[in-house]
């Protein structure tokens, strides 16, 4: 049984999930990790202990600059290095496939992904425009080594290899691999809903890296279980607000980037429901795509149409009536199974982060 809210007996959802319960419900979404772990001790600069990785979302299995997806991005609170929203702001697409990673790896990771796109498309740069790669980032430097930058080309790619559209592995793994979450250990956290036929049958899915909160933060199905339970290791007293969550957005409603970035604005009350406040030092970064178009890149004498026969959403009142609520929900459940999957793990310098005792939290929600 997947590790998730679900076996908290929670029922605050008023939407059903996708068979998978996962970012792969919507129809060609692939995700594929890579999770580094290595070395225990003090830290060494440069040599570990490593406890990092990448994770990958691939709208579709296909050539993803030939064929790109509408798209739309949004910065919540931009303590981050987010790489390539800027064209994707301007544009409206995505056309490489996204990747997570840690914050120091943002710049390499990027690199790799922009060399398997030029091997792929030989065109980039020569015949054609260049091409805009996505990247974002949390930082694992409580349990990692971050400036030895860990994650290299090799690892990327095995991550794009390793992309399927079957269940998402969540928790302690690929770019969630040295994350933490409300002072417990967080990772990678994926759910989804499907909308009923009046709200179009459509699908939305999330994908989370989540590393943010502090552990009298925590809410739970509106139980506000950081009051009652903490860390063996939380501070006695407040202390301020330095994490971070990239939350990745898909369905396969055709929207426009401006519809697109209405769901990714509604973000930000999905990761409220699990207790954040969104603190000054927290980077929190939203990133959406539609599946529903593919787009053309032109390439050589190859014309594009000037106007795509395409069905879009005409009645968005009605559209958002369900599609807002299904993206609150989506990131909410996302946190809390990126909580609930995670295992305790050590880093460097004995640095430990718990895994959240469900049943504990199973016994507050039923009292």
Known sequence: MK??????????????????????????????????????????????????????????????????????????????????????????????????????????????????????????????????????????????????????????????????????????????????????????????????????GFTVGALVQSNFGRPWQLMV???????????????????PERGSIMMVLATDAPLTSRQLRRLCVRAAAGIARTGSHIGHGSGDFVIAFSTAHLLPHRIGDEPVPLVADAPTILDEPRAMQWLLPAVVEVIEEAVLNSLCAAVTMTGRDGHIRYALPLDEVRAMLSG
Not at 26 to 37: F, P
Not at 55 to 78: C, D, E, S, W
Not at 128 to 141: A, M, P
Request: net charge neutral; proline share 8%.
């Open 221 to 239: 199905g509106g139980v506000h279980v950081g009051a009652r339970l903490r860390p063996p290791d939380a501070p006695p007293s407040p202390s």
């Open 3 to 200: 590790k998730s809210p679900q076996s908290l007996n929670l029922h605050h959802w008023t939407l059903p999930p996708g068979p998978l319960d996962a970012i792969t419900d919507v129809a060609g979404v692939r995700v594929g990790h890579v999770t580094l772990i290595d070395g225990e001790g003090p830290l060494r600069p440069g040599r570990g202990p490593v406890r990092t990785g990448a994770t990958v979302i691939l709208p579709h299995g296909g050539n993803l600059f030939r064929n790109k997806v509408r798209a739309a991005v949004h910065t919540i609170n931009g303590f981050g290095k987010a790489c390539g929203f800027e064209e994707v702001r301007e544009l409206g697409v995505i056309e490489a496939p996204i990747v997570l990673t840690n914050t120091l790896n943002v710049w390499l990771a990027a690199d790799a992904v922009a060399q398997r796109m030029v091997a792929q498309n030989p065109e980039i740069g020569v015949r054609t425009s260049s091409v805009n790669v996505v990247v974002g980032e949390c930082n694992d430097g409580y349990l990692n080594d971050m400036q030895g930058r860990h994650v290299h080309a090799e690892h990327v790619w095995a991550a794009l290899d390793a992309a399927s559209d079957g269940p998402v592995t969540e928790g302690a793994v690929g770019a969630g691999t040295g994350t933490s979450c409300f002072g417990w250990k967080g990772g990678i956290g994926t759910a989804s809903r499907v909308l009923p036929g009046e709200g179009g």
